[in-house]
């Protein structure tokens, strides 16, 4: 198995949040948060009708996450389970994933709604929402998080996941 691999930030995302407790656990709980994507500039023409979609996919390096657990009890329930079944920063590789409306497109600046992401996070990549490709058809499970939906605007992180001083 291949153990390390590079990748490049494409650029930095800019948000309010300045600190990793108290931040939305989720852009659920940020719905109205704005914030933008400063790419590298070379990379502007590879923007090009990305302001046809409502909704982007962003991947981003959880920079400020160290170590991991092979369980953790994640904000939306008291019971330990296992880190692939959460969405905790904390991973082998710290790769976030987040959901956001895409507000404008001005040169090789991006504005977005709905940012859950500490201010100055490096972006890997930004990806198309689209509901013909992301939407899954049929029932759709959501395991232990069933029925936990509603709670996840009002929570916030605590220091269950900020690194040791």
Not at 4 to 9: A, I
Not at 98 to 123: C, I, N
Not at 136 to 145: E, H, Y
Request: aromatic share 8%; hydrophobic share 40%.
């Amino acid at each position: 198995m291949e153990r390390s691999c590079t990748l490049t930030p494409i650029g930095v995302i800019r948000s309010p949040f300045t600190a990793l407790a108290g931040m939305p656990i989720q852009p659920g709980g940020a719905r109205e948060t704005l914030g933008r994507l400063e790419l590298d500039p070379a990379l502007a023409p590879a923007l090009a009708d990305l302001d046809g979609f409502s909704h982007i996919y962003l991947l981003y390096l959880f920079h400020a996450s160290k170590g991991y657990n092979l369980t953790v009890t994640p904000y939306l329930d008291d019971t330990p389970r296992g880190l692939f079944a959460t969405r905790a920063p904390k991973r082998p590789n710290p790769i976030g994933l987040s959901v956001v409306e895409l507000v404008a497109v001005e040169g090789s600046v991006v504005q977005v709604r709905g940012v859950d992401v500490l201010d100055g996070t490096p972006l890997l990549d930004i990806k198309p929402y689209a509901p013909a490709f992301d939407a899954p058809a049929g029932p759709v499970r959501s395991g232990w998080l069933e029925g936990r939906g509603g709670t996840v605007a009002a929570t916030r992180s605590d220091d269950r996941f900020v690194p040791p001083a």
